[in-house]
């Protein structure tokens, strides 16, 4: 296991101000699988917003705006399917004791932190089936993010829980990629970050390029994850219908989408030290959300080609994912 070394590059998810990304992967040997940890600030409001037809989740329900609390203190995207979910476990233990988390009493430390996961299908592709993440990759990933400098690189392409992804049925490789979008004018204080799994049962769609069809991989179990963030000041409500607009993204850059052997989830996160125009200015807060809310779409899209544009290509005894051939600019 090891942690993924970053690599730098013009626009990623820790733009946005205290955001923090963690790593690790485990390949050879039959493995083929791994853990990306977003780490938000404390506070940070927290929404999703589920599509696809096979998910893979943990702590969703937690997360919607009629709950009690509003926010997450990470959130988990993780290879091994189902089975992967244990890693939210082991990112708990390290929010636990850096003390991250919901107070329960007026004791010091008696936190119960909130750490929603989602998982890409993966398994078997490293060789070995039951090769896939454990409690302690996800801590190691936690503590990785956590020891990371604020805006510091994030690694992209076959790291993390993009290790072991692919996308156009299984037949090319995917990875994870991410991006960043500032608003403009008056909400020029304003960054909209995201960083996504690209495991896809459909295929890229490039700007601009012919489209490209592939055929003969095995039956669709895929699932693309992403989180898409802000430091806008963002109630429940208005940061999980940001999940929802962020669903675009991945419809203009994969085709098809959010199908029954996909478990597409978009998460969010508002950090809120950005102030948009108070909501007794119903009219200019709807323009600024409506602003918002298509970056948010923008840098998803950018982040799922970026994912498979970063890719590399990998061979194992189970499968041969080579590059997917798109063009290198958007």
């Known amino acids: 296991m090891d942690t993924a070394a970053a690599a730098t590059s013009p626009g990623s998810i820790t733009d946005v101000p205290g955001l923090r990304v963690g790593q690790v992967q485990r390949v050879g040997d039959g493995w083929l699988t791994g853990v990306t940890v977003v780490l938000p600030p404390p506070g940070t409001v927290a929404g999703v917003d589920v599509r696809g037809g096979g998910p893979g989740t943990h702590e969703t329900d937690a997360l919607d705006p009629r709950t009690l609390v509003p926010t997450a203190d990470a959130v988990v995207l993780t290879g091994g399917s189902a089975y992967g979910l244990v890693t939210a476990h082991g990112v708990q233990r390290w929010c636990a004791e850096q003390g991250r988390g919901f107070p329960v009493s007026d004791v010091p430390g008696e936190v119960v932190p909130i750490v929603p996961a989602a998982a890409v299908f993966d398994l078997g592709r490293g060789g070995d089936f039951h090769a896939r993440p454990d409690e302690q990759m996800g801590y190691d990933a936690a503590a990785a993010a956590g020891a990371a400098p604020e805006h510091g690189p994030v690694a992209r392409g076959t790291v993390g829980a993009g290790t072991g992804a692919a996308v156009a049925g299984q037949t090319h490789k995917g990875g994870v990629g991410t991006a960043s979008v500032r608003l403009s004018g008056p909400l020029a204080h304003v ?20 489209p490209t069809s592939a055929s003969g991989g095995p039956a669709p179990l895929n699932t693309t994850l992403a989180v898409v963030a802000t430091n806008a000041d963002l109630d429940p409500a208005e940061t999980s219908r940001t999940a929802t607009t962020a669903h675009d993204g991945m419809a203009r850059a994969l085709d098809p989408v959010h199908t029954l052997g996909d478990g597409d989830t978009v998460f969010a996160l508002a950090t809120g030290s950005a102030l948009l125009p108070a909501p007794a200015d119903r009219a200019g807060r709807v323009r600024a959300l409506v ?10 899209q950018l982040a799922v080609l970026d994912g498979v544009r970063s890719a590399t290509a990998v061979h194992t005894a189970a499968v041969d994912l080579p590059v997917w051939p798109a063009p290198l600019a958007d």
Do not use: D, K, S, T
Not at 295 to 300: K, N
């Open 291 to 300: 602003e918002l809310q298509a970056a948010a779409a923008r840098a998803v």
């Open 191 to 210: 960054v909209v970050g995201a960083i996504v799994v690209v495991n896809a049962a459909g295929m890229p769609v490039f700007p601009g390029a012919a």
